[in-house]
């Protein structure tokens, strides 16, 4: 998918997000967006997912009934079990039946991990609202990863998550990706987290357009040359990471 031409601020609010912005979506690869706060990364996924209209120029669109966006901070009722959660975002794709909703359906992701078991059993009876902000985001992501789309979106999916089950998140991204071949497009300020990927696209969002483009193998030396003070930090902190 690529957008041209994409110049944009929000109607009442004069600060403008995008200014002739070029993007383009790398097919079947996973596309690292990160930028600072405000930079307009949920409003880029906002874009794509066609929530916010612009008249941008727009090649190769994927459609919406094939983009599952992962939304930040969706509103749900608080007194729904992790039962009647996964039947609401299972159930409601269209792709699996009443029947299908069993802690089972997370063997295939989870393993035999007892934590991770115990984990499910556990947040299968508790109520939504009861969960931490970590587990919440943890069970609907690897519950939205259950689904089959072409396009995934996923807006910060290991924010406030444990490094361990954050692992567990990017692993299912990166099984969505190598053994189903989907287009991944995932924003994150936990830059360790592209150190999971084995292949992935780098695409840095800054004053309102993408300022660099890179594969695994260039982005960190493109990187170094920037003088974006946000990237450097980013470099600074992957380093830090990698020599821990
Ligand atoms: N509905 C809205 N109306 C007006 N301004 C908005 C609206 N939504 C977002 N903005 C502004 O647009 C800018 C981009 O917001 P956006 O949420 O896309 O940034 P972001 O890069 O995702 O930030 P973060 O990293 O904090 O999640 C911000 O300055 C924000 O204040």
């Known amino acids: 998918m690529k957008i041209r031409h994409l110049t944009y601020n929000y109607p009442k609010n004069h600060k403008l997000i995008f200014d002739n912005l070029s993007l ?24 794509v997912s066609d929530l916010v ?11 919406i009934k094939d983009i599952l966006y992962q939304i930040q901070g969706v509103p749900i009722l608080s007194t729904i079990n992790g039962k009647s ?11 699996y039946h009443l029947k299908d909703i069993t802690p ?38 690897l519950l939205y990863c259950l689904i089959n789309k072409s396009l ?4 910060e999916p290991t924010a406030g998550v444990d490094r361990y089950s954050a692992n ?3 692993r299912q991204i990166q099984m969505l990706n190598k053994r189903k071949k989907k287009t991944i ?8 987290d592209v ?8 695409h840095v969002l800054a004053h309102g357009q993408i300022v660099l483009c890179e594969d695994q193998d260039n982005w960190i030396k493109e990187a170094k040359k920037s003088k974006l003070p946000f990237l450097k930090a980013c470099i600074n902190d992957l380093i830090r990471c990698r020599t821990e």
């Open 195 to 202: 150190a999971y990927f084995s292949h992935f696209q780098i």
């Open 104 to 141: 089972k359906l997370f063997e295939p992701l989870l393993g035999n991990d007892p934590d991770s078991v115990r984990k499910i059993a556990y947040l299968w009876r508790m109520q939504y609202g009861k969960m931490s902000p970590g587990e919440r985001r943890w069970i609907t992501i």
């Open 24 to 47: 383009s979506i790398v097919p079947g690869k996973v596309n690292v967006l990160i930028g600072m706060n405000g930079e307009g990364k949920t409003t880029l996924f906002d874009i």
């Open 168 to 170: 567990q998140i990017l």
């Open 185 to 192: 497009f995932i924003a994150t300020h936990q830059i360790e």
């Open 53 to 63: 209209k612009t008249d941008a120029e727009m090649n190769d669109r994927v459609p």
């Open 152 to 155: 995934y979106l996923f807006d």
């Open 85 to 95: 959660l996964a039947e609401l975002i299972l159930c409601s794709s269209g792709q």
